[in-house]
T-cell receptor
Framework: DAGVTQSPTHLIKTRGQQVTLRCSPK?????VSWYQQALGQGPQFIFQ???????QRGNFPDRFSGHQFPNYSSELNVNALLLGDSALYLCASSAGTEGAGTEAFFGQGTRLTVV | RKEVEQDPGPFNVPEGATVAFNCTYS??????FFWYRQDCRKEPKLLMS???SGNEDGRFTAQLNRASQYISLLIRDSKLSDSATYLC????????????FGKGTSLLVTP
């Protein structure tokens, strides 16, 4: 049973560029959340997708957008990259019908470096 | 004030020692509480959920004090493999589905 998979694992982009990160949830999970983890910090919630809709959004600018596909996989897009966007981007999947606060399973993350 | 606060450490302890981590949260409406473990440059993994009555899993014991808005994790008989960052995680009604993470407490167990 494959867990949460993310691609790519590492990425280097230039300021002002755009990036797309991808996530496939754990089998049986229909909810995908994205988190940003800066060095030395805990993960910060970006947004969550359920039934192909953004269900909740954290305190991130509109440059951060996402999408969920019918197979529950998800993409995170970041436009107009800033140096401060350099971080580990984590995808977490869970079963949406179980409500808030259920165990989230994380992917290995995409390490984004903006230069 | 951050919603979840932890002592960042690092905690350096010898093998076999007992170590305790503390965490406070600011939202009294918080409903769910967890400890996650994160190894260096890896993803967080659930260590244990924390219940009001307290719970134990082998060498690990978690406690919740809702009145003081305080969560703790006790590790007994530390192993080298316990070296990691321990993240206190809280879910509050106001946060909806988002998990609020503390900054993490770094533990290094030495031979």
């Amino acid at each position: 049973d494959a867990g949460v998979t993310q691609s790519p694992t590492h990425l280097i982009k230039t300021r002002g560029q755009q990036v797309t990160l991808r996530c496939s949830p754990k089998s049986g999970h229909d909810t995908v959340s994205w988190y940003q983890q800066a060095l030395g910090q805990g993960p910060q919630f970006i947004f969550q997708y359920y039934e192909e809709e953004e269900r909740q959004r954290g305190n991130f600018p509109d440059r951060f957008s996402g999408h969920q596909f019918p197979n529950y996989s998800s993409e995170l897009n970041v436009n107009a990259l800033l140096l401060g966007d350099s971080a580990l981007y984590l995808c977490a999947s869970s079963a949406g019908t179980e409500g808030a606060g259920t165990e989230a399973f994380f992917g290995q993350g995409t390490r984004l470096t903006v230069v | 004030r951050k919603e979840v606060e932890q002592d960042p450490g690092p905690f350096n302890v010898p093998e076999g020692a007992t170590v305790a981590f503390n965490c406070t949260y600011s939202n009294s409406a918080s409903q769910s509480f967890f400890w996650y473990r994160q190894d260096c440059r890896k993803e967080p993994k659930l260590l244990m959920s924390v219940y009001s009555s307290g719970n134990e899993d082998g060498r690990f014991t978690a406690q919740l004090n809702r009145a003081s808005q305080y969560i703790s994790l006790l590790i007994r008989d530390s192993k080298l493999s316990d070296s990691a960052t321990y993240l206190c995680v809280v879910n509050a009604i106001r946060s909806g589905y988002a998990l609020n993470f503390g900054k993490g407490t770094s533990l290094l167990v030495t031979p």
